[in-house]
């Protein structure tokens, strides 16, 4: 059997484990939710990241063409860029699948395969930089969003400062200033 067959053959397993994997980073409730909720709407991290850890072992496993990181993927990508992971923690997902493609498929069984392995790792690699390279674009993307909020002061609104009560407190202090000359 050589190493695309074997692949194949755990590909169920393999894609499950990585998925637990990738959602063990998250809570024990967010975890079990993302793992268990089934609709796409109600779930959208949970849906992209089974959809997008699937179709990508596929391409690494010359199942599907390895043309682009898969959109689901992407998505996934954009959601971990937007909440509290460092970028290593955020990609260290991708690393993860080497690990457990040994375990099932044992590591003397990965050695004799040699440059299959290797090829399979190198596959990995490129993944994690392009993944790295959609993480910081939505990154960017994120700071520049910032930035525009604040210059256009919207960053008042966004503290729960509405500029019509900052207005009424402004009144209520000159009141008392006014109070407080007259005594």
Same mark, same amino acid.
């Given at each position: 059997?050589?190493?695309?067959?074997?692949?194949?053959?755990?590909?169920?397993?393999?894609?499950? @484990?990585?998925?637990?994997?990738?959602?063990?980073?998250?809570?024990?409730?967010?975890?079990?939710?993302?793992?268990?909720?089934?609709?796409?709407?109600?779930?959208?991290?949970?849906?992209?990241?089974?959809?997008?850890?699937?179709?990508?072992y596929e391409q690494l496993a010359g199942e599907r063409p390895c043309h682009?990181?898969?959109?689901?993927?992407?998505?996934?990508?954009?959601?971990?860029?937007? @909440?509290?992971?460092?970028?290593?923690?955020?990609?260290?997902? #991708?690393?993860?699948?080497?690990?457990? #493609?040994v375990e099932n498929l044992g590591a003397k069984n990965v050695a004799g395969m040699g440059g299959e392995?290797? +090829?399979?790792? +190198?596959?990995?690699? +490129?993944?994690?930089?392009?993944?790295?390279?959609?993480?910081?674009?939505?990154?960017?993307?994120?700071?520049?969003?910032?930035?525009?909020?604040?210059?256009?002061?919207?960053?008042?609104? +966004?503290?729960?400062?509405?500029?019509?009560?900052?207005?009424?407190?402004?009144?209520?202090?000159?009141?008392?200033?006014?109070?407080?000359?007259?005594?």
């Amino acid at each position: 059997m050589n190493f695309q067959e074997a692949l194949a053959e755990k590909k169920t397993h393999i894609v499950q @484990q990585w998925i637990e994997a990738v959602m063990s980073t998250y809570s024990a409730d967010g975890a079990s939710f993302f793992l268990k909720q089934k609709d796409r709407f109600a779930n959208p991290l949970g849906f992209a990241a089974k959809t997008g850890l699937t179709a990508v072992y596929e391409q690494l496993a010359g199942e599907r063409p390895c043309h682009s990181i898969p959109p689901e993927l992407r998505q996934f990508v954009k959601l971990r860029s937007v @909440q509290n992971f460092s970028p290593s923690a955020a990609l260290g997902f #991708v690393y993860l699948l080497k690990a457990i #493609v040994v375990e099932n498929l044992g590591a003397k069984n990965v050695a004799g395969m040699g440059g299959e392995w290797i +090829a399979f790792e +190198a596959k990995i690699d +490129a993944l994690a930089l392009s993944l790295f390279d959609l993480y910081t674009e939505d990154r960017e993307l994120l700071s520049r969003v910032k930035i525009d909020e604040y210059k256009r002061g919207n960053h008042v609104m +966004a503290e729960g400062r509405c500029p019509s009560s900052m207005a009424v407190n402004n009144q209520e202090e000159k009141i008392e200033l006014k109070v407080i000359r007259d005594c």
